[in-house]
């Protein structure tokens, strides 16, 4: 939803080090009424020297900065602008800068190849108390909540020494070779198969195989 021009406009700053980006941001910015463009910074360290002057309601960041990271600037900006929104806006799509950027203080998080009005539409929802992301990102953090399929979980169960024993299983190796590689005995081979055949809920070689194959 957007703004009603007449009302009071939302101030926004870019941080972001492509010249190039930061004049096409400027240009989408200045044709919209209701937005108000009050300052651009190549790099981190401007913007938090002169962002604490400027009252923006949304500053716009990139991560890739030279010298500090875009995360960083959020992180020493944010204490002091309380009321100011941080919106990433990068080509990064990696769940821990993600989980990073909104530890920081980011509200928002867009990938660069959004549209100018998805841009647009982000910087509103983001004023108006909403945490706008790119769809994809949206569902990368969803999908990180999610508990590891089974086969995963069983497999973390598994100690060091099984997991060299299963990987030789993988490779076809007999006990008996097993036992020679891992200098261990016959019978130690026998138990940490047993084992591995508990944690991972199966009842043959090659169905312990297909698991560790496919985690």
């Not at 204490?79 to 990068?90: A, D, G, I, N």
Request: glycine share 4%; hydrophobic share 45%; net charge positive.
């Amino acid at each position: 939803m957007k703004p009603d021009a007449k009302k009071e406009r939302t101030r926004v700053a870019i941080v972001e080090d492509d010249a190039a980006l930061r004049k096409l941001f400027n240009g989408w910015l200045k044709a919209v009424p209701y937005l108000e463009l009050v300052g651009e910074y190549a790099d981190a360290e401007s913007a938090i020297r002169d962002l604490p002057q400027r009252a923006a309601d949304v500053v716009l960041v990139d991560i890739n900065l030279p010298g500090l990271s875009g995360i960083e600037c959020v992180r020493k900006l944010k204490p002091s602008l309380e009321q100011t929104q941080f919106m990433m806006v990068t080509v990064y799509s990696d769940v821990k800068l993600i989980v990073e950027a909104l530890q920081a203080g980011a509200t928002g998080y867009l990938l660069k190849r959004s549209t100018r009005d998805e841009l647009l539409a982000a910087i509103a929802e983001i004023a108006h108390g909403g945490s706008p992301m790119s769809s994809s990102i949206a569902r990368m953090i969803a999908q990180s909540f999610r508990p590891p399929p089974a086969a995963e979980r069983d497999l973390e169960n598994i100690s060091l020494r099984e997991q060299q024993v299963l990987e030789l299983l993988s490779q076809g190796f007999a006990h008996k070779e097993i036992a020679a590689e891992l200098r261990i005995s016959i019978p130690t081979v026998g138990t940490y198969i047993r084992r591995i055949y508990e944690k991972l809920h199966v009842y043959t070689r090659a169905q312990a195989v297909a698991k560790y194959r496919n985690r």
